[in-house]
């Protein structure tokens, strides 16, 4: 009985959060929302149901112009059609090696509507990731953009391919192409398609920074998982949103879901860049900012004189996730942009496990947050038993509206009491909010004592001198494990090994100094900014 009450509890404030939100305009509406998207999937049924409701109003802006709801869903139509009259449908693989643009979208969708599974590769992967990925996955379709042709011809030539997008820099279609994806579209009636007996699902991909990526299916999702994403961030129906996150990667594909979800324009750019991100969020106006924290350390990095050029006044959202912030970031974006910073800690596997929104930052900046409805978050000793003292560090595990069953190679995550593994190790204060702690794998025992790399790398990262840093514990022939610092100064500082040794020294203890301090001129990161530690201690990095 306690269960059930607790289940209506979150139902009901689930649906007041989409109701704020405008997600849910009355019955009629909600049950046509659901209908569109039990019968096409998440992304085809959210296009349909706004091409519905909101025709005319400008879906997605890239560098190809802007893009209606009633445009978008006749492209996906098309496409959909096109690749039925192939032969394509449920039981195929659609591979996506995309960067952010309307054909990306496109195929998402598209590929609902037929019941096939997309495949989000990462646009920073090496010819053997992706040909592992591919062959594992079992990919029947590949649709990639022209720049990559030099990588995919590593996939199976029996794969059937399409071009989305010509040339590197091109703001053109290839269309005098036969794989051409644009001309599929145009040569292919956008007559309204039946459903699938059952709608095509996704897969994301791990980050694979220690090896070939796993694929983690997403499963079916619950029609409240948007009030999760909006219990914590008020995101509002008719905005406009600059996306900069990479779609394939688990932060902009659900920003993007939920943009279209509320009738959202989409700003969309192929590549970032610091400067046309700012361009971009004053000339439309934009009042969503999305960006995962290397990009938001890219923008803060920009001379003032350029930050100061555009008006950003109009972002009521500045959304960051997809790797760990370090608190001198958060302070400085809560200083550029003001109280309108929030961060969302979460995983492929498991999408949100909390969100820090900026009265939660402005309390502490070290702080995940507090999980939203429909999310549980619990942490666990080595033995499995549930920690609830505050200040006591344990496994993180989560649960919530998404569902995994597990990664495609049929390997899965720890589960205690219903809920998933985090991997990462994290504690609660006095006031129920989440700090994580660092991963559970990455604790070093110095000379018999615990340390956390991710606690050196935040204070490290603090100082005046430092623009980033990772810390990573290695072999030690005495004392078991050290630390060590790989830092990337500030341009034209001149500060030194010692010089970090003694910072941290001031303010940790002695066992927490860093063995060795290595300067480089950049961190090696993965697409999505996480940082290739393996790279770092192979000294492949210089």
């Known amino acids: 009985m306690a269960a059930t009450a607790d289940r209506l509890k979150v139902t009901a404030r689930s649906l007041k959060v989409l109701r704020e939100a405008g997600l849910s305009g009355g019955l009629a509406d909600g049950v046509r929302s659901a209908k569109m998207v039990k019968t096409y999937g998440p992304f085809a049924g959210i296009i349909e149901t706004a091409a519905l409701r909101d025709a005319d109003a400008v879906a997605i802006t890239d560098e190809m112009g802007d893009l209606t709801f009633a445009e978008l869903n006749a492209r996906v139509n098309a496409l959909a059609r096109g690749w039925t009259e192939a032969g394509f449908g449920r039981g195929d693989v659609v591979a996506v090696l995309c960067r952010d643009h309307r054909g990306l979208i496109t195929v998402l969708a598209a590929a609902g509507k037929i019941g096939a599974q997309t495949l989000l590769m990462n646009t920073g992967f090496a010819k053997p990731q992706l040909a592992d990925v591919a062959h594992r996955e079992k990919v029947s379709v590949l649709v990639y953009d022209e720049e990559f042709s030099g990588l995919v011809d590593a996939i199976d030539p029996r794969v059937r391919r399409y071009v989305a997008w010509g040339g590197a820099d091109s703001a053109a279609h290839p269309d005098d192409a036969d794989s051409s994806l644009e001309r599929l579209i145009r040569s292919t009636s956008s007559a309204p398609v039946s459903g699938p007996p059952q709608p095509g699902g996704l897969t994301l991909l791990t980050s694979g920074t220690t090896g070939t990526p796993k694929g983690a299916p997403r499963g079916k999702t619950s029609p409240l998982f948007s009030a999760q994403l909006l219990d914590r961030v008020p995101r509002r129906r008719g905005e406009t949103c600059m996306l900069a996150a990479p779609i394939f990667h688990g932060t902009g594909l659900g920003q993007a879901v939920l943009s279209l979800a509320l009738g959202n324009r989409l700003v969309l750019r192929r590549k970032f860049d610091a ?123 989560a649960g919530s509206n998404i569902s995994f069953s597990g990664y495609t190679d049929g390997r899965g995550k720890e589960v205690i009491d219903g809920l998933l593994s985090a991997g990462d190790v994290g504690h609660f204060d006095e006031t129920g909010r989440l700090y994580v702690d660092g991963r559970d794998d990455d604790m070093v025992i110095c000379g018999g004592e615990n340390v956390y790399p991710l606690e050196v790398e935040n204070l490290i990262c603090g100082h005046p001198d430092v623009d980033e840093v990772a810390v990573i514990g290695v072999d030690d022939p005495d004392f078991g494990q050290r630390l060590n610092a790989y830092v990337v100064p500030v341009e034209g500082s001149a500060i030194s090994p010692e010089d970090i040794k003694d910072y941290v020294r001031a303010n940790l203890a002695r066992y927490k100094v860093p063995r060795d301090v290595e300067f480089l001129d950049a961190l090696p990161r993965n697409a999505t900014g996480k940082v290739l530690r393996a790279q770092l201690i192979g000294g492949a990095v210089k």
């Open 275 to 397: 400067e046309e991100t700012l361009r971009a969020v004053a000339n439309y106006r934009c009042s969503v900012l999305v960006v995962v924290p290397t990009m938001l350390q890219r923008i803060l990095a920009l001379r003032e004189e350029i930050r100061t050029r555009y008006d950003t006044s109009s972002l009521r959202i500045v959304f960051v996730s997809g790797s760990a912030m370090a608190p001198d970031l958060v302070t400085r974006a809560l200083d550029e942009f003001g109280p309108v910073l929030y961060n969302l800690y979460g995983s492929t596997e498991l999408a949100v496990m909390t969100v820090a929104m900026p009265e939660d930052l402005l309390h502490d900046p070290r702080t995940a947050g507090r999980p939203p409805v429909g999310c549980s978050v619990r942490l666990y000793d080595t033995d499995g038993n549930q920690i609830t003292a505050p200040n006591t560090i344990g496994r993180i595990f």
